[in-house]
């Protein structure tokens, strides 16, 4: 049983101190924002807008938040900002040819493996939170920073 005489107690034993607080896992925090609306947390499905905070949403979910006048609305902290449709961009958004979808076997924690479901249209990169992406405000054409650096004007290629 201990403390019977036989053992003697240190004082790491005796008295606990405060929890560690949880880390946040970097690659789960990453599939959240590139793969899922931010409003009505579903998988992000065309059309695809974004705010100027970089933040992603379905469109209709994004209509649906400004029809509602109820004062409690789900996830209002997550788009307070938008207080009309003309607040957010309609992204124009590249396929990726590699992108398997749902199709793949997904039990267990899948998320590693996913490919993302766009790309740069220049580069090539995926656009799953690793790199940096800009969207062009006047087409709605997104691209990676790296390819907008060596192109190195406003203009959409397309």
């Given at each position: 049983m201990g403390c019977d005489g036989g053992t003697i107690?240190?004082?790491h034993e005796l008295v606990k101190g405060p929890k560690k607080a949880e880390k946040v896992d970097k690659s789960a925090e990453l599939v959240a924002r590139w793969y899922y609306c931010t409003l009505s947390q579903e998988k992000l499905k065309r059309p695809i807008v974004t705010c100027e905070l970089g933040r992603l949403y379905n469109k209709?979910?994004?209509?649906?938040?400004l029809l509602d006048k109820s004062t409690?609305?789900?996830?209002?902290n997550a788009a307070g900002h938008i207080k009309s449709i003309k607040n957010v961009i309609l992204l124009n958004l590249t396929d990726n040819p590699a992108w398997t979808g749902d199709?793949?076997?997904t039990k267990g924690d899948m998320y590693d493996e996913q490919r993302a479901q766009f790309i740069c249209p220049v580069v090539g990169l995926e656009m799953n939170g690793k790199h940096r992406f800009c969207v062009l405000r006047q087409c709605g054409c997104v691209?990676?920073?790296r390819a907008?650096?060596?192109i190195?004007?406003?203009i959409c290629h397309k």
């Open positions: 107690p240190k004082r209709d979910a994004v209509i649906e938040f409690d609305k789900p996830h209002a199709k793949g076997n691209f990676s920073e907008l650096k060596e190195k004007t406003d």
